[in-house]
């Protein structure tokens, strides 16, 4: 049971610390608001430019004749968005994913084991695979691989493992081809403190700090706060205000530099 748990796709073996470190920062003001119509899942998001002006998408989601349409969107522009997918056998998800490109996909999960495969059929250009297995002792190992049918040969292959015991989580993942490392690193603190960094590291480059920053679960709501390379700071507060209504408050700014503080406000439900 407890490999079970530990298996992911091989593109979520840093989901952890990723998602620390990247979710709830924006510099957008936001509107999401979710509501089911029969057996219909509808969602609304308007989000205001920079001119002040609004622009909304509208999704659903449903399920018929054995098919889910995971995601039937318009955006403001008029440009289609179609997720849809389906589970003929035990473990096994065929999907496709159409938008401006064109993608047939087939996830198979047994066990300790979860393998991917994607076809671009617009333009015919890539076929991607990945597995990923977990072990015994909180370790899992994978790899993906990209191969373009254009040009006959691979586009892209990388390896990475991730260990998890307690309250550490530390990842190590290939780039470029395996020329380069990414280390993720995630340590919960007590219950409601969590720390969480992101570094690569190459030949011209032996460390190159991408963020590193922490999650406060406090009285008041989540408070999260990072620095990147960039020397970015930012800092965003996450709070129930209702019932399943989710107000999400975030700022940045370069170093001391007060000309380049922005602030993005959310509110979902």
Known sequence: ???TK???????ITKAPKDLLNDDYS???????KKSAGPVGVTIDTARGKDGSLSSKIGGKFSY???????VQHEADGSPTLETSLCPAPGLKLSFKGSKGADLGCDYKTGNFVGTAKLDVKDLSKFSTSACMGLAGGVT?????AYSLKNSGFSGYNLGASYERGSLFAAVTTGNKLSAFNVSMMYKVNSDITLASSTT???SKKCDVIACGGLYKSSFGDVKAKVGADKVIQASLIKDVLPKTKLTVSGSIVG???STFKYGLGLEM
């Open 256 to 258: 001391t530099d007060t």
């Open 201 to 203: 590291h190459c030949e």
């Open 141 to 145: 190992l994978g790899g993906d691989a």
């Open 6 to 12: 530990m298996v992911c796709k091989f593109s979520d």
């Open 1 to 3: 049971e407890t490999l």
């Open 27 to 33: 510099s957008k003001i936001s509107l999401k608001c």
């Open 65 to 71: 004749a054995g098919v889910s349409f995971d995601k």
